[in-house]
DNA sequence: TCTGGGGTCCTAGGACCC
DNA sequence: TCTGGGGTCCTAGGACCC
């Protein structure tokens, strides 16, 4: 049996946790720069506020129904997620920590009964020791342990925790489950689908694998085989190392002015380069990229990016800095008013199992010693104590009207709340 | 006026090799 | 009129996820 632990609307469930006047309330979390909404309590989604939807096209219901909106403070819910996966780990052999809200469970090698005993005590423990509401479900595969813990959002007499395991419930369950709805089957493929006649994820297990492995890849016979209980996507305990780093941020207003977009280039890089040696990574290669806004009309439109390769694979700040701004600066053009970049860090391997270079002239154990002070200094006495002048000294503006305290994070927001 | 950010995997097609 | 067969690697783009 495979188990998935899914965080009910976590972010709002986050900002609850601190501020417990918000529980039966519309809440909901904003994107960066204060844009879409992410995160959306019971009370909200009744509203009919959408999934993404951008905050001034609700301004209104916002204000007449007195939502509370939130800026998005991931300093918080990053660590409350820490806590549920070191709780998770507790309780069950092995967990995949899937995203920031959602871990799967390895139960293979126990038995069904077993498995089913420990899934029901998850939901009380979390919400007893993190207080986090959080769905279970479990099943044969991960796709239908998917299945099951969106059960337990739909009917809440389960009491957050569905236990789907023989034929004939999970046939009912999927005569009723609808195709747009499974893990994997997305807007395109489910339009597809929907045009074919397949509405339900019955139905869809009902056709022909070769047609499925036609229309929709491998990745989608996967998904079919998966429903039908055949076990077909991997359980990976390890899925820390990231294959690519991107770093972006869309501004505030337009930037016609080259100098601040290379600044924030200069800080993405930076701030690229920070987590890739966290991961103890290298890169060779950096993808920069540039864009106007794309949802303006009548001004000129722009979107540009640019590969650069690097002479061997470093993880220096400054490598990297330098590296991004003069690749950002050819691809940047006057007259347009940029208002996202961004700076991705791929061909990533392991500092340790990398060659040196022949032609590097630099003292690279010099080098390495002096990011290892800058990435202490900046953990010591809070991040961009130290930057790079590239990066400059003002800061860039974004959006974020509605920011909560990093309660658990930060040593002045925990005085605060004391006091 | 105001529309997020960070990932994964797969496929097709081009350039190149012998 | 006729023009091989078998590969690899890279990139861009598309699909999906949260």
């Avoid at 009964?113 to 020791?129: G, V």
Wanted: a positive charge; aromatic letters at 8%; charged letters at 25%.
């Amino acid at each position: 049996m495979f188990g998935l632990a899914d965080c009910n609307n976590f972010y709002v469930s986050c900002e609850r946790l601190f501020n417990p006047s918000l529980c039966g309330k519309p809440v909901v979390v904003l994107s960066n720069n204060d844009g879409c909404v992410i995160s959306r309590s019971q009370e909200a989604k009744k509203l009919g506020i959408k999934m993404g939807e951008p905050l001034f096209k609700i301004k209104k219901l916002v204000e007449s129904e007195r939502v509370y909106i939130f800026s998005s403070n991931f300093a918080l819910y990053g660590d409350i997620s820490w806590r549920i996966m070191e709780r998770l780990r507790q309780m069950v052999p092995t967990i995949e920590v899937y995203s920031i809200d959602e871990a799967f469970i390895d139960f293979r090698g126990i038995s069904g009964d077993q498995a089913s005993k420990i899934a029901r005590n998850i939901s009380p423990i979390l919400l007893r020791d993190v207080g986090i509401p959080v769905s279970v479900g479990i099943s044969t595969t991960k796709t239908l342990a998917k299945v099951a813990a969106k059960l337990c959002k739909r009917y809440p007499k389960l009491n957050n925790c569905c236990i789907m395991n023989n034929a004939s419930d999970i046939d009912k369950v999927l005569d009723k489950f609808r195709v747009e709805d499974i893990w994997g089957v997305g807007r395109r493929y489910s339009k597809m689908l929907n045009s074919e006649g397949v509405d339900t994820a019955k139905k869809f297990t009902e056709c022909n694998p070769v047609w499925v492995r036609d229309k929709m890849s491998i990745v989608g016979l996967r998904t079919w085989k998966e429903l039908k209980g055949e076990p077909n996507i991997g359980f990976e305990e390890n899925l820390n190392d990231k294959q690519q780093i991107c770093t972006s941020r869309s501004f505030s207003s337009d930037l016609y002015d080259h100098e601040k977009v290379i600044m924030a280039i200069a800080k993405f890089a930076s701030s690229g380069a920070e987590k890739l040696r966290k991961q103890n990574g290298v890169t060779s290669q950096i993808h920069i990229f540039i864009l106007t806004n794309p949802f303006k009309e009548g001004v000129k439109e722009d979107y540009r990016s640019i590969v650069v390769p690097l002479n061997y694979p470093t993880d220096s700040t400054f490598e990297i800095v330098k590296a991004s701004c003069s690749a950002a600066l050819s691809i940047l053009k006057s007259g347009y008013g940029y208002k996202k970049a961004g700076v991705i860090i791929t061909d990533i391997t392991k500092k340790n199992e990398t060659t040196g270079s022949l032609f590097c002239e630099k003292d690279l154990g010099k080098e390495s010693e002096l990011m290892k002070s800058l990435d202490e200094i900046n953990l010591k006495y809070g991040r961009d104590t130290l930057v790079t002048a590239a990066q400059g000294v003002d800061k860039i503006k974004y959006n974020m009207n509605n920011l909560s305290r990093r309660y658990t994070t930060s040593w002045e927001d925990i005085i605060k709340v004391k006091i």
